[in-house]
């Protein structure tokens, strides 16, 4: 879109015929990014805002297209100081910048004719899955009063009892909640962390605070919302991800994909980052800036993980990083402990039609013992060449990947005993929990198998209280320095259990 400038106040091409003294200036139209400065008009405190409007705009950044309001009510708004035009995208020592996502990288730009404004215009590729953002594009935040909340009383509703490990990490989420810090919880898988985070998010409710839980992964959001609302069912909780409709939400709890993060702005008084290590945003900028954009200036950032990269770890070590760890899982039982058993050239086998025999004796005494098992494949290749071969000796088995439509089906098979072996790549690392399960890995020495992909495979071992054993075998072709430190580190975390009396043998 262009614009003009006139007595300091930005003013919109199309808004242009409405304002007969304006007429002159149609010449000086420029698109947004022509104007280095973008103006903030003064708050005019008695004009009758739009609530609606304040709701639907506060805490975020959005394009026209995303905002159901005339352009001549948004831009009355943005007259009387209650909103702000920011650049979509713009130009810093020579540098184009995005202002929605902030992504710097100029390989990541692309231009093109814009007939919007009338000229070569430039958008940031890497957040157009949200919708296009270009030089000529304004983002709207909303600069008024920020809606008013009720202050819950008690909005907890849940009779559950932490173990000694979750009290006393939810004792620190609630404080840094309080103090507005930073805190990592680094919790063994299956501690039970969403727990530890309940008193903490009472305690934002109770001051009025805004919250959100974010996550990397869409099914974690699915899982996650009917688990906060039962725990707190007078709330509103708004759940994003692609596809979802509670965009228009301006909820006290908001749980939500990183993704969905880059809409926000400085709307979160605590941010709960969930399994920060996971991917895409391990690895994502992007997403780690949407993050840092959607939480208010002061604010608190707290982060679970069961598996911290080497520079967290480190960070902790030089108690350059506040955390705090929950070692043991809430049953008292430790954590299985990984076996690596040697199989030779595997790939050489399976040219030739064959599994080594180690690995087929396994898989035939889990199916006489009936347990339901995971094996999990370096790639989908392997793994459908598994299948295969088990096919050809009678054994049912089922096999998923990430771009696998009937993903949650299989799941489901799964679940339900209908099918009691499933082979998966490293998709089913993190979030999925079966009850009396056994783990293999096939080809662990393969490098997609990071230490931290093995810890949270290890991990879905012996969750549930009924069943806290299992087997956990890495099935190697030569050992890694990956699968050395993953079984370290679950050795390391059972005697930190024992040593604060967390674990019961
Ligand atoms: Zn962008
Ligand atoms: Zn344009």
Partial sequence: MRFTLLDNKLIPEPLLSTHKRYENKLSSLFPLFHFKHLPIQPLNQTFPFNKKMQSFIAGKQLTLAEIPFSLKTIHHHYEQGYLIYRHGVYVKDKKFICGRCRNQHQQKFASFYCIRCRGRCTYCRECVMMGRVSSCTPLISWIGPTPTRDFAKSPLCWSGTLSEGQRTASECVVRSIQLNEELLVWAVCGAGKTEVLFSGIESALIAGKRVCIATPRTDVVIELTPRLQAAFPTVTIASLYSGSSDFHQNAPITISTTHQLLRFYQAFDAVILDEVDAFPYSVD????????????????????????????????????RKFITIPARYHRHSLPIPYFAWCGNWQKQLTKNKLPQNILNWIKTRLKLNKPTLLF?????????????????????????????????????????????????????????????????????????????????????????????????????????????????????????????????
Avoid at 286 to 293: E, F, G, I, N
Wanted: aromatic letters at 6%.
């Fill in 285 to 320: 900028e992007t997403l780690q800036r949407a993050v840092h954009q959607a939480r208010k200036k002061t604010s608190s950032l707290i982060y679970l993980s069961a598996t911290p990269n080497q520079k967290w770890q480190r960070e902790c070590r030089l108690k350059k």
């Fill in 377 to 505: 494949c370096p790639t989908i290749n392997v793994m459908e060449a598994v299948r295969l071969l088990l096919h050809k000796f009678q054994i049912k088995v089922e096999a998923v990947h990430a771009e696998d439509p009937e993903r949650k089906e299989k799941v489901q098979l799964m679940r339900n005993g209908d099918v009691s072996m499933l082979l998966t790549t490293t998709i089913l690392e993190r979030g999925v929990t079966f009850p009396n399960l056994d783990v293999a890995i096939l080809g662990a020495e393969d490098p997609i198998f990071t230490e931290s992909a093995l810890i949270q495979i290890a991990g879905r071992v012996g969750r549930s209280a009924d069943f806290p054993e299992g087997d956990i075998v890495f099935f190697h072709f030569g050992k890694t320095e990956a699968m050395v430190n993953a079984r370290k580190k679950i050795i390391e975390m059972n005697r930190g259990g024992i040593q604060r009396g967390l674990i019961d043998k």
